[in-house]
């Protein structure tokens, strides 16, 4: 009994250690920042009744102070608070430490979304918008980045 017991006090010792261990390595990992996204024109590219095809020209700033490579972006992008469209890109590339640059993101818009979120900006020479989803990494320890932009777009 005596030697069980010394036994189990050691398997709680290793365990603690084991659990220091890597609360201290998880901390000790810098942090990552989303890349911020700043949504620069709007273009038509076609559609039907239904869905319009748009081409978002999107900015992104890099804030991390090491460059990240990005192999695709999911986003949904709402006007005047209300759905307009959704996208996704597996154009990958790279982006520098606390570096930017602009591209392009084809979404689809159901059309009775965008003419109510239109509607909303009718009278005003700007609409907010809102752009959500996820940045997914390559070769990182983190695989995804969400992110959560507003501003403000001129028509």
Not at 57 to 84: A, K, M, S, W, Y
Not at 119 to 146: A, E, I, K
């Amino acid at each position: 009994m005596n030697m069980m017991a010394m036994s189990m006090k050691h398997r709680a010792a290793v365990l603690a250690l084991w659990c220091t261990l890597a609360c201290g390595c998880a901390a000790m990992l810098p942090r990552l920042q989303a890349p911020q996204l700043t949504v620069t024109g709007i273009a038509f590219a076609g559609g039907s009744m239904q869905q319009q095809q748009l081409r978002l020209t999107l900015h992104v700033t890099n804030p991390n102070d090491r460059e990240i490579t990005i192999r695709g972006i999911e986003c949904t992008f709402e006007l005047e608070g209300q759905p307009f469209a959704q996208g996704a890109t597996d154009a990958q590339f790279t982006l520098p430490a606390s570096g930017e640059t602009d591209f392009a993101l084809n979404v689809t818009a159901d059309l009775s979304n965008a003419l109510a979120a239109l509607v909303g900006g009718f009278g005003h020479r700007t609409v907010d918008y809102r752009l959500y989803g996820q940045v997914h990494l390559r070769g990182q320890l983190v695989r995804n980045v969400p992110f959560d932009q507003k501003g403000r777009l001129r028509l």
